[in-house]
T-cell receptor, first 111, second 118 residues
Framework: ELKVEQNPLFLSMQEGKNYTIYCNYS?????LYWYRQDPGKSLESLFV?????AVKQEGRLMASLDTKARLSTLHITAAVHDLSATYFC???????????FGQGTRLTINP | DTEVTQTPKHLVMGMTNKKSLKCEQH?????MYWYKQKAKKPPELMFV???????INESVPSRFSPECPNSSLLNLHLHALQPEDSALYLC?????????????????FGPGTRLTVT
C-alpha cells in the first residue's frame, strides 16, 4: 500500500524566512502533484512534477522531484502572509487515475 | 474554461433523505472523480469515471451511488446517510487515462459541497 508522508505537519514561520516542506512516498511513481488549500476552500493546483530531477518555480514557491529517493520538496523563499494555507503533496498511481495524498502541512506565516 | 462547478455549495440532510450532488466541467476531460474530505484531513478518493464508465470504486458504502450521464456531468446520489458522512465532497476532472500522448493527468477540483447529515 502506498504511503505518502509529509513533514512537517505544522509550520509557523515569520515573514521573510525560507523553509522547505518534504514529501516522501513509499512506492515508485513518476507523477507528483502539489496542491494548496485555504480554509473552507477547494484545492488549487500548484505544481505537476513528471520526471526525475524536475524543478518548477512559481513566485516564492519552488518544487522539485527526486524519483530515486522518492522525495519531493516544496521550498518557500522569503515567505509572505498570503502563503498561509495547507499544502498537500499527492502521488499518482494506477496510471494516474488514483491520487494518494499526504497528510498536509498547515503553514502559518506571521508578520 | 478551466472551471469545475459543483452544486449545491451546502447541503443539510436527514438520515432518511435522498439527495444528489452535481458536478460539471467543460474542459473536454474524460476522467472525473469524487473525493471526500473530513476536517483537517487530506481528500480521500471515492470513485473514478473514465469515458463515462466507473473505473475505480474505493470500497465506498452503497449509500453513495455515483452516476456519469455524459462526459461533462457527474452526480453523486445520497441515500440513508449517517452523521459520520458529514464532510466536504469534492469533484475533480482530468484528461483521460487512455491518451497515447504523455499528459500530466493534472486534476482540477471544484469548490466542493459541504454536506451535513443530521
Amino acid at each position: 500500500e502506498l504511503k505518502v508522508e509529509q513533514n512537517p505537519l505544522f509550520l509557523s514561520m515569520q515573514e521573510g524566512k525560507n523553509y522547505t516542506i518534504y514529501c516522501n512516498y513509499s512506492t515508485t511513481s513518476d507523477r507528483l502533484y502539489w496542491y494548496r488549500q485555504d480554509p473552507g476552500k477547494s484545492l488549487e493546483s500548484l505544481f505537476v512534477l513528471l520526471s526525475n530531477g524536475a524543478v518548477k518555480q512559481e513566485g516564492r514557491l519552488m518544487a522539485s522531484l527526486d524519483t530515486k529517493a522518492r522525495l519531493s520538496t516544496l521550498h518557500i523563499t522569503a515567505a509572505v502572509h498570503d502563503l498561509s494555507a495547507t499544502y498537500f503533496c499527492a502521488v499518482g498511481i494506477q496510471g494516474a487515475q488514483k491520487l494518494v495524498f499526504g497528510q498536509g502541512t498547515r503553514l502559518t506565516i506571521n508578520p | 474554461d478551466t472551471e469545475v462547478t459543483q452544486t449545491p455549495k451546502h447541503l443539510v440532510m436527514g438520515m432518511t433523505n435522498k439527495k444528489s450532488l452535481k458536478c460539471e466541467q467543460h474542459m473536454g476531460h474524460r476522467a472525473m472523480y469524487w473525493y471526500k474530505q473530513k476536517a483537517k484531513k487530506p481528500p480521500e478518493l471515492m470513485f473514478v469515471y473514465s469515458y463515462e464508465k466507473l473505473s475505480i470504486n474505493e470500497s465506498v458504502p452503497s449509500r453513495f451511488s455515483p452516476e456519469c450521464p455524459n462526459s461533462s456531468l457527474l452526480n453523486l446520489h445520497l441515500h440513508a446517510l449517517q452523521p459520520e458522512d458529514s464532510a466536504l465532497y469534492l469533484c475533480a476532472s482530468s484528461q483521460d487515462h487512455q491518451s497515447r500522448v504523455p499528459v500530466s493527468y493534472e486534476q482540477y477540483f471544484g469548490p466542493g459541497t459541504r454536506l451535513t447529515v443530521t
